[in-house]
C-alpha cells in the first residue's frame, strides 16, 4: 500500500460501521446525495477491521455501539495503529464513553441525530483539518506493517523487479509496487527520474557528473535520457 495523504474532493471513500441498518441505510443515502463514495459497510468490530484493511477507504464512521463483544473505540483504536483516518458518529455522550474517547484521535464526533447538511459539513471540515496538518505525508506498507513518512525524508526510489524501495536517511522501505507506480504517487515537484530504476529528491542532490548523480554520498547512475529533464528539473536551461 502506498497511499498520498491530501485534500480531495468529495468523492472521498467512506466506510460505514453501524449496528442498525436502518440508520446506516440513511447515512449511506445521505453521503452519497452529497458527492461521496460509500465503498462499504459492518455493523461488527471484526468484519470492519477486515473490510478496512482490505478496501483502505480513506475515512470511515464509526458508531460506538456496535454488534459484538468490541465496541467502536476498539475498533477506532485499531485504526490508530494503521493510520486509518475516521469519525465518530453516535448518540453515546456519557461522561464514561467520552473519557474513553478520549484515548483515541478522531477526527471528530458528530452526535446523532444528525441532518444531512450537517453530516455532510462535519465530513467536509474534518477532511479539510485533517489534510491541512498533514502535509506531504504518506502512508506505506512494508513487511507487514504501516509507516507515515514525509515525502520530504525521501532520498531517492530504486526499482527492483516488480518491487520498489523507498530509501530514507534512517531507513529503507521495500514496496511491493513498481518504481513507476510508486513515483506517480509523490509530489512531482520533489522528485525526478534520473534512470530507468532511480527516482531522486531534488533537494539531495549533491553533485551532477556525466553519468551519474551524488544523492546523500550515494552514487546514483544517470542515463542520457533523463539529463534534459533533470536541467529542466533543477531550473538549468
Known sequence: ??????????????????????????????LRKAGFRVIGDSDNFEDAIQSIKSLNPDLVLIDIQLEGHKDGIQLAQELDTIFTPYLYLTS?????TVDRVKNTNPLGYIVKPFTEAGLRSNIELAWHNYSKDQGDFILIK????????????????????NYCYVVTKAKEYLLPHTLKHTYEQLNNELFVKV????????????????????VYDTDIP??????TNLRIKLGYT
Do not use: W
Not at 460505514?16 to 445521505?30: F, H, Q
Not at 544517470?222 to 539529463?227: I, P, R, V
Open 92 to 96: 453515546q455522550t456519557d461522561p464514561e
Open 1 to 30: 500500500m502506498l497511499r498520498k495523504i491530501e485534500s480531495l474532493p468529495n468523492n472521498i471513500s467512506i466506510f460505514i460501521v453501524e449496528d442498525e441498518p436502518l440508520i446506516s441505510a440513511t447515512i449511506e443515502t445521505a
Open 195 to 214: 534512470h530507468r530504476s532511480y527516482v531522486v529528491n531534488i533537494y539531495y542532490i549533491q553533485s551532477i557528473e556525466k553519468n551519474k548523480i551524488k
Open 222 to 227: 544517470l542515463s542520457a535520457s533523463q539529463k
Open 142 to 161: 512494508s513487511s507487514g506493517k504501516y509507516f507515515r513518512i514525509n515525502q520530504k525524508d525521501i532520498l531517492y526510489l530504486k526499482a527492483f523487479d
